[in-house]
């Protein structure tokens, strides 16, 4: 038993086909850790297993967000009001926890390690595990960061932060990696663990590239107010 057990709420956005999406409930559900709650952005699939589990009362911490009252918009000032978490775990596309990923992070937490946003190691899987290759990461470096994405399509927030960083004009960003882009540039409490706790799949080798497009690594400098 941890000395804290704080709740962790995890928000997930569909933008997988099927079969990933209904992948990574189910590695959310097989966690070790359950002190947690999840957020759907946008729709569900046609997937009856998902849904039967949205309708049943023994689920209530399955709970969807229709991006509809948003503006199809990605708001976390929205669910930043909604969460009774005190950590906010960004699940991105494609992505598949580790069974014991969350347990980790709360030990991380009882380590005394304090954090603004959290990241971890990760293996890729190219074509439903023909291929799998370990993404071993440095600790944070806001210099790296900025001409490239290795924290992943996984992060951890405090809520602590969450609410500290002004959003208010972040109503019209295109992804979560916009605002991991934002956030990076608040703070330098930033840690790093140096343990794989997900999956992230990808149909080909080409489809993974970490590395910021030009508009994002200029983003990323505005940011900073480095010109």
Not at 62 to 83: G, H, V, Y
Not at 132 to 146: A, C, E, G, H, I
Not at 192 to 213: M, R, T, V
Request: aromatic letters at 14%.
């Amino acid at each position: 038993d941890f000395q804290k057990s704080p709740k962790i709420t995890i928000i997930l956005n569909p933008n997988m086909s099927e079969n990933i999406f209904t992948k990574s409930i189910k590695s959310i559900l097989n966690q070790s850790y359950s002190n947690w709650e999840l957020f759907i952005l946008g729709k569900l699939y046609s997937n009856k297993e998902i849904k039967e589990m949205f309708s049943n009362s023994e689920y209530s911490f399955f709970k969807k967000i229709s991006l509809s009252q948003t503006s199809d918009q990605l708001s976390l000032n929205r669910i930043k009001t909604l969460m009774s978490g005190d950590f906010l775990c960004i699940m991105e596309k494609n992505v598949i926890l580790q069974n014991n990923a969350l347990f980790l992070i709360i030990k991380s937490i009882n380590d005394k390690i304090n954090f603004d946003l959290f990241y971890s190691d990760e293996e890729i899987i190219f074509k439903e595990k023909t291929k799998v290759q370990p993404f071993f990461k440095p600790d944070w470096s806001p210099y790296l960061f900025l001409q490239m994405n290795y924290v992943g399509n996984l992060f951890i927030l405090s809520k602590k932060f969450l609410l500290e960083v002004d959003l208010s004009d972040k109503m019209n960003v295109k992804n979560m990696e916009n605002y991991l882009q934002y956030f990076c540039s608040k703070t330098d409490n930033i840690f790093h663990l140096p343990e794989i706790l997900f999956s992230s799949l990808y149909d080909k080798f080409q489809d993974f590239n970490p590395f910021f497009d030009r508009e994002n690594v200029l983003l990323n400098l505005e940011n900073k107010n480095i010109k």
